[in-house]
């Protein structure tokens, strides 16, 4: 074996471990978006039926909510839970924080670099529409945005009145993780009733 | 070009083990890990383990207690340890220290919040600080903050109980795991509003039920956690006849009137201690006075056996009511042994004598409309239902309570009205148990048979307080035939009735204020405070029908220790009792106890041990990641039966119903003060970009390779 063939193989077996690793990064983009084409027809399905609805047969959480920015013409299906493998498909509805349009903060966090990539974009104004399983829509207005430590939130699950909070990494074009959380605060608009009559 | 490689691999590698730094994901682990929900969601951390060891030494009829808990960190972060762990129900916790190399750090009682404060605090600023606070007083919560990687940290707990003494065995039961619990769902309660839009509030039967629901291993597919070391420095203060282990084999060494007992084998917190013994024959005392003086006041402990009736007493008929619980906490030895109980006091039952039996999960059967006769037949087709029932289902204990104390003769005096009630009392809702019990108690008498490995003793011991009955405990099968026998010695009927104590001297206080009636071989207990103990104390009462009346010289106490705590202790739980039974409002409760609790050093519903090491360890930027210790189940619980059919029935009900989701979610948060109400953030950065950059560069270095090699050709 010559030095040639020996650098030629190197060669080549460094390529093959460059393209899995970019692969593995691709793959995490892929998964966000062919999710969420299962998640919508999961959703409508929850919505039509009343009953939580599991987009594909292995997976351990499910469709929530429609989260929709009519001013940037972007929009998600929100799942159920905020773990690693819930978010990796689709923003995560936080445990804890309350249901949409109820008081309390409602707090739906996603990847920088996917789902809620467009986050940087929204603009204190602009209407945040989401829509719960049981098919009704809430329309949230931006009130501000700030950027917080993951463990100093402030955000409180028992606000006054309904709040929501979209959350994201912070740097935004960061590449590694961090401490740091940009958040996106709402507010519910006029008219939308806590609770309804039965 | 090989050094270029070698570094950019280095650099490559550095890099993802600084992404993974103390948080870890299942997948990453090996086998034998146990990873534990960190506060940030998605993340998991590798649980702190604890090591404890119980020192005893029990000197005439009190028994003082050191649990040493060592709280090692496994993991690569610094951790929040937070175990939950029982004590004895009656246990007067005085003393928290927290021993950091060859430094002790004594903790001080403080109001609850006020502790809280100071914890965290302390746990902010990098201190490392140990909280210590009564759940139930049976279930405490020991919380370590800033534990450093690879770090042990010990703690001590102290406490004083009074020896338990019945039917001439005097016993010590020393709890030790904390059996899962079944916390019955919130309940939605309508309520109108003025403008006719309906709203809807939340009432928690178990508000603090995120603080009582520790992780339980499956004893399949994972190691005992926690073992536990004991050791019991017996000195009754009388000759000693037989000393028995009831659970463990144990080691013991000593003479007539001494013992030391050990644990035999390496064993694990999953099943509770109990050590018995009785005097040598002959020489069982028949009172026994300890004193202690304290700040000025003194203390004294008084037990008095009352003489056994003379004569035969004639047998009342009685209605019996059996309750059993067939919930999946039963599941394994347990059902057995509850339903032999069962079976055996059917058995017992006499013509003349009426009996209905009701069994519960989470739903409830009563097997006879009413009350009916004890006739053979009926009989028959009650032990047949009793034979045939399976542990299955969550534990929904209140309604058939209910069931059990609608009495529908309440008036008649020719029977007995009595309730035994069979379960390991595994619930988390036991204040409405209590506040049931208290309004509707009316004549019956409460009898409870805690069954299985790790009963809810404090569950028993109160419910037969307030039902004015008492508490056998069977813990494996070969005692169900004795205990169940001892028991209906006691059912015959109470034998020592209208109890009265009078002190000589009105300055004297005694507690409890009024008497129990006392069933057969349960000797009376008497806390009393003076100033000064002097002249004496007179008991009377009733015994089968005679009066009889006894006088205890107070000057002939044996000076003793803890007893001015047992003193404060036993007002506690009077305040409590008092609360249940609706004499006093829950916040004059509360006043009463924390009047107390700050008097006597002791941890109450109200006050909380708190200890800091003013020394920061962590420095200011280090992540400090709380998580829950992993409890073992209880021996000889069934795993699938509590947590593989329990919690699905929840999750599933909460699942269909979007409102109940938000209300078992938030109402825990609202309502009670100690709820962490800011939310965590998740970690929402993928390695997505840093994947493909690191890939393409990685796929250049190869071209660059590739072109290296071409030029080497060239040349």
């Known amino acids: 074996m010559t030095r040639r063939r020996l650098l030629n193989l190197g060669a080549a077996a460094i390529a093959a471990l460059g393209l899995t690793i970019f692969a593995q990064g691709a793959w995490i983009q892929a998964k966000a978006v062919l999710a969420q084409y299962l998640l919508e027809d999961a959703f409508a399905e929850s919505v039509a039926t009343g009953r939580p609805v599991k987009p594909w047969d292995w997976a351990d959480t499910w469709p929530v909510a429609k989260i929709e920015v009519p001013s940037l013409g972007r929009s998600a299906i929100a799942l159920a839970g905020s773990s690693g493998q819930a978010l990796a498909f689709g923003p995560g509805h936080l445990d804890r924080s309350a249901e949409p349009g109820e008081p309390g903060t409602t707090v739906y966090a996603a990847h920088r670099d996917t789902h ?47 709040q929501l909070a979209l959350v994201t990494c912070w740097p935004l074009d960061g590449k590694t993780r961090g401490p740091l959380r940009y958040v996106v605060h709402a507010t519910l608009k006029e008219g939308a009733k806590i609770a309804e009559a039965r | 070009m090989k050094r270029l490689l070698i570094t950019f691999f280095a650099v490559l590698a550095t890099a993802i083990a600084a992404m993974a730094a103390t948080f870890v994901k299942p997948n990453d682990m090996g ?7 960190s506060n940030e969601p998605g993340q998991f951390v590798e649980a702190p383990r604890v090591a404890s060891d119980f020192d005893i030494s029990v000197t005439g009829q009190i028994a003082r207690t050191r649990v040493t808990q060592q709280f090692r960190n496994p993991a690569k972060g610094w951790v929040e340890g937070v175990y939950v762990f029982p004590l004895p129900e009656n246990a007067a916790v005085d003393t928290l220290k927290m021993v950091i190399g060859d430094r002790v750090i004594v903790g001080d009682v403080k109001e609850r919040q006020e502790a809280k404060r100071i914890y965290e605090q302390a746990k902010a600023n990098g201190e490392k600080t140990a909280l210590l606070e009564q759940e139930r007083p049976n279930l405490f919560t020991n919380q370590v903050a800033n534990i450093g990687p690879g770090e042990t940290i010990v703690i001590q707990i102290e406490y004083q109980q009074p020896v338990r003494q ?19 769902a919130p309940e939605l309660v309508a309520a109108v509003s003025a403008d006719s839009v309906e709203m809807y509030t939340v009432s928690d ?27 019991i420095d017996l000195k009754p203060g009388f000759d000693l006849g037989e000393v028995k282990s009831s659970y463990h084999d144990v080691n013991a ?35 026994s006075l300890f004193n202690e003086k304290v700040a000025g006041n003194d203390y004294a402990l008084l037990q008095i056996t009352p003489p056994e009736p003379q004569a035969e007493q004639k047998r009342l008929p009685r209605e019996a009511i059996f309750v059993i619980d067939n919930s999946g906490s039963m599941g394994g030895p347990s059902m057995g042994q509850a339903k032999a109980s069962l079976v055996y006091a059917l058995d017992r039952l006499e013509p003349g004598d009426k009996f209905n039996v009701i069994r519960f999960d989470d739903t409830m059967e009563t097997v006879f409309a009413q009350a009916v006769e004890a006739s053979p037949e009926n009989i028959n087709y009650a032990r047949s239902f009793v034979n045939a029932l399976e542990a299955s289902g969550g534990t929904e204990m209140v309604e058939p309570l209910r069931a059990a104390l609608r009495d529908s003769n309440a008036g008649d005096g020719s029977l007995l009205r009595q309730v035994v009630f069979l379960t390991d009392g595994a619930i988390g809702n036991e204040q409405q ?61 109470p034998v020592v009735t209208e109890l009265k104590a ?15 009636d006392l069933y057969k071989g349960e000797p009376l207990t008497l806390l009393v405070r003076a100033k000064e103990l002097k002249g004496d104390i007179a008991v009377s009462g009733m015994v089968s029908g005679r009066p009889w009346r006894q006088n205890i ?8 220790s803890g007893i001015s705590k047992l003193w404060a202790r036993r007002n506690i739980d009077d305040a409590e009792v008092a609360q249940s039974l609706g004499q006093i409002s829950p916040s004059d409760a509360d006043r009463r106890i924390l009047a107390l609790a700050l008097e006597h050093h002791l941890v109450s519903r109200v006050t909380s041990l708190v200890a800091v090491d003013k020394t920061p360890s962590r420095k200011p930027g280090e992540k400090l990641t709380r998580t829950d210790v992993p409890l073992n189940l209880p021996a000889g619980w069934d795993y699938d039966k509590v947590f593989g059919e329990q919690k699905p029935v929840l999750e599933r009900e909460a699942m269909l119903d979007p409102t109940l989701i938000a209300s078992t979610r938030n109402a825990p948060a609202a309502q009670s003060p100690d709820a962490q109400q800011q939310i965590d953030l998740p970690q929402t950065a993928t390695p997505s970009q840093l994947l493909m950059i690191a890939g393409a560069l990685i796929m250049a270095l190869a071209l660059l390779l590739q072109f290296w090699s071409r030029r080497t050709r060239v040349a």
């Open chain 2, 253 to 287: 060494t000593g003479d007539a009137s001494a013992r030391k007992i050990s644990l035999k084998n390496p064993e694990f917190a999953d099943r509770d201690f109990e050590l018995t013994w009785v005097a040598k024959s002959g020489k069982e005392p028949a009172v």
């Open chain 1, 116 to 162: 809620f990539a467009f986050l940087g974009a929204v603009k204190v104004g602009d209407a945040i529409e989401v829509t719960r399983a049981d098919g009704r829509t809430f329309i949230y207005q931006t009130t501000g945005s700030e950027i917080v430590r993951w463990d100093n939130s402030g955000i409180s699950t028992d606000a006054r009145g309904a």
């Open chain 2, 553 to 560: 010289a107070l000057d002939t106490a044996v000076p003793g």
């Open chain 2, 502 to 516: 009078a002190a000589s001297d009105a300055a004297i206080e005694v507690t409890p204020s009024t008497l129990p």
């Open chain 2, 433 to 493: 148990m209590f506040d049931l019990l208290g309004t509707m108690r009316g004549r019956s008498r409460v009898f409870m048979v805690g069954i299985g490995s790790a009963p809810n003793s404090f569950l028993m011991n109160r419910m037969a307080e307030l039902g004015r009955g008492s508490f056998t405990q069977i813990g494996e099968g070969g005692q169900v035939e004795q205990r169940m026998r001892e028991l209906f010695a006691k059912l015959e009927n």
């Open chain 2, 205 to 231: 039967p178990v508000p603090d039920r995120q603080r009582i629901e520790p992780p339980v291993l499956d004893p399949r597919s994972n190691a005992p956690v926690n073992p536990i070391t004991l050791a």
């Open chain 2, 166 to 184: 019945s039917g001439g065995v005097f016993s010590l039961r020393v709890p030790m795991v904390v059996a899962p619990r079944y916390n019955p």
């Open chain 2, 31 to 37: 086998t034998g890990a146990l990873l534990f929900k």
